[in-house]
């Protein structure tokens, strides 16, 4: 059974940094593609960041630009997503979700979603 389950999310105060795990069970990294998608309150679903099967890297959004990294640990099944310096309107549950070999232009046609998980950066 394929499985995706997102794990590092919690209250952070503004500036402040996270680390959120995707740890995929029944999926080959190395064939698989994993996005993170977040969604606000009130606001639909967005992408965050991609990473390919060949490890490619798709941006979604210039929001993150320069505070949001992705990468992946083939060995331990986890894909990645390092946030530096959050700000308020980064609040929102934060979902990783598979696509086969390449990354999806957005966050529709995916196979596969975790549960999500919150972050919420709140002084």
């Known amino acids: 059974q394929i499985q995706l389950v997102e794990s590092g999310g919690g209250l952070v105060q503004p500036g402040g940094s996270l680390k959120l795990s995707c740890l995929v069970s029944?999926?080959?990294?190395?064939?698989?593609?994993i996005g993170w998608f977040r969604q606000a309150p009130g606001k639909g679903r967005e992408g965050v960041l991609c990473?390919?099967?060949?490890?490619?890297?798709?941006t979604y959004t210039d929001a993150v630009k320069g505070r949001f990294t992705i990468s992946k640990d083939k060995a331990k099944n986890t894909v990645y997503l390092e946030i530096d310096n959050l700000k308020p309107e980064d609040t929102a549950t934060y979902y990783c979700?598979?696509?086969?070999?390449?990354?999806?232009?957005?966050?529709?046609?995916?196979?596969?979603w975790g549960p999500g998980i919150q972050v919420t950066v709140s002084s």
């Open positions: 990473i390919s099967s060949g490890d490619e890297i798709t």
């Open positions: 029944n999926i080959n990294l190395g064939y698989w593609a």
């Open positions: 979700a598979a696509s086969f070999n390449l990354c999806r232009p957005d966050h529709y046609g995916l196979d596969y």
